[in-house]
C-alpha cells in the first residue's frame, strides 16, 4: 500500500537553528508532492509544493523542500527557525492519478526563543 | 472568495445524538474530501466526492454518511455519535487531480462525544 512517512515526530529548536524534517514515501510511479503547516488552532495551509521540474522547491516563510527521486524523499529545509515557525508539518503525495492526497503523520516543530 | 467553511466550529454530543457537519466551497471545486484528525496520528480520510451526485469511502469511513448534492456543499452526517468519534474534522477541497490535487482546507469543526 502507498504510504508516507514521517521519522521525526517531534522536533525541539531554539531560534536562529537550522530545521530539516524527513519525507519517505513508498511509491514507484509519478508523483505531486506537498507540505502543509498548522499553526496552532488553525487549519493546514499549503507551505510548498512539487510538481515537475525543479527538485529544489521554495516556499513561503523561507522554507525549501528537496524532492530526491532515487531516496523517495521530499524534506523540508529552514536555514535559521524563528519561534513562529511552531506548528504541526505535514508532507503529503499525490501519487500518479490518484483521487486523493496521501499524509503523513505529521511532524510537531517546537521553537524557543 | 470565502474559500472553504465549516459549520460548526465547536459541537459537544451526546452518545448515541446524531449531527450533520457542514462544508461548503465557493471556488467551484470539483473534489471535495472529509478528513479527521487524531494526536499524534496525522489526517485520516473519512470520504471523498470527485463531483456532485458521486462519493467515495476513505480509510476510515465507519459510522459516517455523505452526500453530494450540489458542487458547492458536501455534509458530513454522524447518525449514532460514539466517543470514538471525538476529533477535529477538516473539510477540503481541490479543482483537478490532474497536475497535483492541491488541497484547500477549512477551518475545522472540534466534536467531542461524551
Known amino acids: 500500500a502507498q504510504s508516507v512517512s514521517q521519522h521525526n515526530h517531534h522536533v525541539i529548536l531554539s531560534e536562529a537553528a537550522s530545521l530539516e524534517l524527513g519525507c519517505n514515501y513508498s511509491y514507484g510511479g509519478t508523483v505531486n508532492l506537498f507540505w502543509y503547516v498548522q499553526y496552532p488552532g488553525q487549519h493546514l495551509q499549503l507551505l510548498l509544493k512539487?510538481?515537475?521540474?525543479?527538485?529544489l522547491v521554495k516556499g513561503i516563510k523561507g522554507f525549501e523542500a528537496e524532492f530526491i527521486k532515487s531516496k523517495f524523499s521530499f524534506n523540508l529545509r529552514k536555514p535559521s527557525v524563528q519561534w513562529s515557525d511552531t506548528a504541526e508539518y505535514f508532507c503529503?503525495?499525490?501519487?500518479?492519478?490518484?483521487?486523493?492526497?496521501?499524509f503523513g503523520t505529521g511532524t510537531r516543530l517546537q521553537v524557543f526563543p | 472568495n470565502a474559500g472553504v467553511t465549516q459549520t460548526p466550529k465547536f459541537r459537544i454530543l451526546k452518545i448515541g445524538q446524531s449531527m450533520t457537519l457542514q462544508c461548503t466551497q465557493d471556488m467551484n471545486h470539483n473534489y471535495m474530501y472529509w478528513y479527521r484528525q487524531d494526536p499524534g496520528m496525522g489526517l485520516k480520510l473519512i470520504y471523498y466526492?470527485?463531483?456532485?451526485?458521486?462519493?467515495d469511502k476513505g480509510e476510515v469511513p465507519n459510522g459516517y454518511n455523505v452526500s453530494r448534492s450540489t458542487t458547492e456543499d458536501f455534509p458530513l452526517r454522524l447518525e449514532l455519535a460514539a466517543p470514538s468519534q471525538t476529533s477535529v474534522y477538516f473539510c477540503a477541497s481541490s479543482y483537478s487531480i490532474a497536475g497535483g490535487n492541491e488541497q484547500f482546507f477549512g477551518p475545522g469543526t472540534r466534536l467531542t462525544v461524551l
Open positions: 503529503a503525495v499525490h501519487p500518479g492519478f490518484a483521487d486523493k492526497l496521501i
Open positions: 512539487y510538481f515537475s521540474g525543479d527538485p
Open positions: 466526492s470527485v463531483g456532485a451526485g458521486i462519493t
